[in-house]
T-cell receptor
Framework: GAVVSQHPSRVICKSGTSVKIECRSL??????MFWYRQFPKQSLMLMAT?????????EQGVEKDKFLINHASLTLSTLTVTSAHPEDSSFYIC????????????FGPGTRLTVL | QKEVEQNSGPLSVPEGAIASLNCTYS??????FFWYRQYSGKSPELIMF????GDKEDGRFTAQLNKASQYVSLLIRDSQPSDSATYLC???????????FGKGNQVVVIP
């Protein structure tokens, strides 16, 4: 099946630093990648959608200058949380979609970010 | 109104019983509906998807879709302790493949 990896799985950083999270599709070409955030005991909230080679589309209320998304290839997307603050501590999950399965998304294992 | 609503609280079922989960959605244009299972600290994993009105069965799981009522449900037959998890309903938004998730229902299967 379609496999998506994320790195790192867990990161702890100081307030004010930037953190980059990588999302890779291992056995398929992810024409579209999605980034979600999940706070404890809450559901997944879509942050942005990115298509390979073009700018990401951000959901309402998500700051594009704070959450930088790059989707430079069909197998790699990155999310950079700039100047992270404690309120950015969350579980960040990416997913990939492909043209061969247009209605499905394949989720990565997630990245737990803790900002001190 | 939220795009996807799952209003039931935690559901406790004895092992071997049927667990029933419900979900309503607001966008009449939605065409694709998904049920995900999420274990604590893990990312969601797809259980099944349904596109057409009616029932769809996959092993112990049955999804039911009623587009007129904007309602989708999931039945888990012969519940097992390993089924204890949070179940998330997800719906395509605006006819594209962006997903809106419900807040989830926690299921606890009691041995």
């Amino acid at each position: 099946g379609a496999v998506v990896s994320q790195h790192p799985s867990r990161v702890i950083c100081k307030s004010g630093t930037s953190v980059k999270i990588e999302c890779r599709s291992l056995d398929f070409q992810a024409t579209t990648m999605f980034w979600y955030r999940q706070f404890p005991k809450q559901s997944l909230m879509l942050m942005a959608t990115s298509n390979e080679g073009s700018k990401a589309t951000y959901e309402q209320g998500v700051e594009k200058d704070k959450f930088l998304i790059n989707h430079a290839s069909l197998t790699l997307s990155t999310l950079t949380v700039t100047s992270a603050h404690p309120e950015d501590s969350s579980f960040y999950i990416c997913s990939g979609g492909s043209q061969t399965a247009p209605n499905e998304q394949f989720f990565g294992p997630g990245t737990r970010l803790t900002v001190l | 109104q939220k795009e996807v609503e799952q209003n039931s609280g935690p559901l406790s079922v004895p092992e071997g019983a049927i667990a029933s989960l419900n979900c309503t959605y607001s966008d009449r244009g939605s065409q694709s509906f998904f049920w995900y299972r999420q274990y604590s600290g893990k990312s969601p994993e797809l259980i099944m998807f349904i596109y057409s009105n009616g029932d769809k069965e996959d092993g112990r799981f049955t999804a039911q879709l009623n587009k007129a009522s904007q309602y989708v449900s999931l039945l888990i037959r012969d519940s097992q302790p390993s089924d204890s998890a949070t179940y998330l309903c997800a719906v395509n938004m605006n006819g594209n493949n962006r997903l809106a998730f419900g807040k989830g229902n926690q299921v606890v299967v009691i041995p």
